[in-house]
């Protein structure tokens, strides 16, 4: 049998589904029907009971999380849910209690951790975003981060920042930092000489020049803007229009799994990045940052930066990218996706 890691996105993804039965059986449901719905970093099925009963199953990537870090999601999730009338995930915990179960089987390598969440209805949109929606939407995040704001975290939590650029970075960020910390650093710079010699290597010197250049003004905004609790907290940091949908109007969030703290702006630029290139765009920020102002103040002077964070978000995707590209999901477009986000860059930095 071939390793794991070089089978096609089939083949890896009826070892994983072998993973799913087995991880299911720490639950309480009753003969589980699955249906792929992603497999990249993470790979998640939605559940159909016996019963009528829907769920989605995640199962996540062996290297990204930690059991500590995968619980702190559960617990915000679960404080979401109870102080809150958001419509977010709900975390399903085990027969034994646990928001969580680490399970392994023979044809993949390393154990995966997999959690459980009760099935959320609603509508995803895309091309037919109109501003009023994103006005809804940018009013969502800010009571979100209003939340994360007055949360208190349980002994245990563990997120990172939202601002590194590798892997490793990320791991690091699971083993076990406290809040205080993680608002006392800026730059950090061995994840910077990480991205910066990564893109070197792939691509070219003058791209990685330009990508030192880029971060340089990601950390002067940082500085300029603070970390105080008015511009950092614990954010989604994720919440693009393939993580938010609506029903009946209202707006709902899932995949919370790369939430943490960060700047709120950069939640901000992370939602806008995704509809930065359409006739409208100009129409649609103007529609969520009047919405997200409708909860939470924004100074003028920050929203002038949000166009370099929203092209530092699009460098983290370029870097994840070239470090996944032996994913099935990314093997045979990497390239030409890492060359047009660096044609970007360039042209952001120029102008």
């Not at 650093?185 to 990508?211: F, M, N, W, Y």
């Not at 002067?220 to 993580?243: K, M, P, Y």
């Not at 630029?269 to 919405?291: D, H, I, M, Y």
């Not at 460098?315 to 477009?333: G, S």
């Amino acid at each position: 049998m071939n390793p794991f890691e070089i089978l096609t996105r089939a083949g890896q993804l009826r070892c994983l589904r072998q993973l799913a039965f087995k991880a299911l059986t720490a639950y309480a449901v009753q003969a589980p029907r699955l249906t792929a719905i992603q497999h990249e970093g993470n790979t998640t099925f939605r559940m159909d009971s016996a019963n009528g009963e829907r769920y989605v199953l995640r199962i996540h990537h062996p290297t990204l999380r930690t059991v500590e870090s995968v619980r702190s999601e559960m617990m915000w999730l679960a404080a979401l849910r109870q102080e809150t009338d958001l419509v977010v995930p709900e975390p399903i915990r085990t027969l034994d209690g646990n928001l969580l179960t680490v399970t392994n089987v023979t044809e993949i390598p390393e154990p995966r951790i997999c959690v459980l969440f009760r099935w959320i209805d609603g509508r995803f949109l895309d091309a037919r975003l109109t501003p009023s929606q994103l006005e809804r939407v940018g009013a969502f995040m800010a009571r979100l981060q209003l939340h994360g704001a007055q949360f208190r975290p349980p002994d245990g939590f563990v997120r990172g920042r939202l601002d590194n650029l590798t892997e490793a970075a990320r791991r690091m960020a699971g083993l076990g930092t406290s809040e205080a910390h993680l608002r006392q650093k800026i730059d950090q710079p061995a994840d910077e000489a990480t991205a910066i010699r990564l893109v070197t290597e792939t691509c070219s010197a003058e791209d990685g020049a330009h990508v030192a250049t880029l971060i340089r003004k990601v950390r002067d905004i940082q500085r300029a803007v603070g970390q105080t609790s008015e511009t950092f907290g614990l954010i989604h940091g994720d919440l693009h229009q393939g993580n938010y949908f609506f029903h009946n109007g209202q707006v709902r969030a899932i995949d919370f799994d790369d939430c943490g703290y960060g700047y709120y702006l950069y939640d901000i630029a992370v939602t806008l990045s995704e509809v930065n290139w359409r006739k409208n765009t100009p129409e649609l920020r103007k529609g969520f940052l009047k919405g997200y102002r409708s909860i939470c103040d924004l100074p003028t002077e920050h929203e002038e930066y949000l166009d370099t964070l929203i092209t530092f978000r699009d460098l983290q995707l370029m870097i994840w990218k070239i470090e996944m590209r032996n994913h099935p999901a990314f093997r045979d477009e990497w390239v030409s996706d890492v060359k047009i986000i660096l044609n970007d860059i360039r042209t952001f930095l120029e102008h």
